[in-house]
């Protein structure tokens, strides 16, 4: 069985609508997909059809914007009900930040004299997630940089003029919302966030503390070294080894759909106690 359980649709900030990434998913092999976009649960109904069309099985997921010791932390949920009214409302609350947060940096980049950046990145929106993605792909078209990491760089990334820094949701609460929802909480590309050694076991005690059960092992984030760094991680605090290649869509330098290598031996996946959805697989569900 091929896993890839981190991936994006056009509810966030991916390029494919859910029915399309599903498609592509399975072409490339995928048997168990899990779509994670960001704060927003509104692309799994279409996802989940897709799905059940084609006997792929899609493990309904979100990736949550977490806000730990000023950093910036993403957690992933697995396995939620996306019916939960507690998760409901606290990705609701998500996305009016990003709403407020989307103005300022619209009012930011107005000053360093580009206009209608607000309204560009709104037109770009596919649902109701407004990201810097959307103002990235807004300045890549204006010519003001040639590719997305350029203008994260001059303009969007942490401490740039057009950054705007927000209090996301707390670790515990993310974590509460996931497991309300009966999914499990795992840290999404933890080596992306470059905390020391001490840092990071300080967060790993408190996300268990939380009730967290995994982190992402296999990342496009992460090369051959920080897999075997987290894999040991894993081991130490006994939590569930994830993988996923982030996928976002073909343009724009991102991973591709099932791209992913296997877990490094002494792993405990996380779909180890995963009883598949017999339903889905169910042809013409
Ligand atoms: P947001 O969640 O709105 O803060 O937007 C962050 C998103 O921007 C990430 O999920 C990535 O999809 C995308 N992104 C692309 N390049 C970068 C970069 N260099 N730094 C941060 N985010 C990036
Ligand atoms: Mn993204
Ligand atoms: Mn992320
Ligand atoms: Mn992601």
């Known amino acids: ?7 994006h ?5 991916g390029q494919l609508s859910p029915a399309r990434l599903v498609e592509r998913a399975h072409a490339r092999g995928v048997d168990v997909l899990a779509l994670t976009d960001h704060d927003v649960l509104d692309g799994l109904p279409e996802a989940q059809h897709a799905a059940a069309r084609l006997g792929l099985i899609l493990v309904p997921g979100v990736e949550i914007s977490v806000t730990w010791e000023e ?29 407020h947060r989307a103005r300022e940096i619209g009012r930011r980049l107005e000053r360093l004299g580009i206009g209608g950046a607000y309204e560009g990145a709104l037109a770009l929106a596919g649902g109701e997630v407004l990201s810097r993605s959307h103002f990235a792909r807004f300045l890549v078209a204006e010519g ?6 350029t203008v994260f760089r001059r303009y969007l990334g942490r401490g740039k003029p057009a950054y705007v820094s927000c ?21 999404a590309h933890p ?18 503390a939380a009730g967290g059960c995994g982190i992402e092992v296999v990342s496009s984030s992460h090369d051959h070294k920080d897999c075997r760094t987290m894999a040991a991680w894993a081991q130490r605090f006994g939590l569930y ?5 982030d996928f976002h ?12 290598p296997a877990l490094p031996s002494g792993c405990r996946p996380i779909w180890q106690d995963w009883e598949l959805g017999q339903a889905a697989r169910a042809e013409g569900v």
Do not use: C
Not at 1 to 7: A, P
């Open 1 to 7: 069985m091929k896993y890839d359980l981190h991936s």
């Open 144 to 149: 003001l940089g040639r590719d997305f990491k």
């Open 71 to 99: 950093r910036l932390i993403h957690i992933l949920g697995l396995g939620i009900d996306p019916d939960n009214p507690q998760l409901q409302a606290g990705l609701a609350g998500l996305r009016e930040l990003r709403r």
């Open 249 to 260: 869509g073909v343009a724009d330098g991102w991973a591709e759909l099932g791209r992913i």
């Open 167 to 187: 209090r996301w949701a707390a670790l515990e609460e993310a974590v509460a919302w996931i497991r309300a929802a009966g999914g499990q909480a795992v840290v």
């Open 191 to 208: 080596a992306r966030y470059q905390m020391g050694r001490r840092l990071f076991e300080r967060f790993l005690q408190a996300f268990t």
């Open 241 to 245: 080894a994830s993988a996923g290649s």
């Open 9 to 13: 649709s056009t509810a966030s900030d």
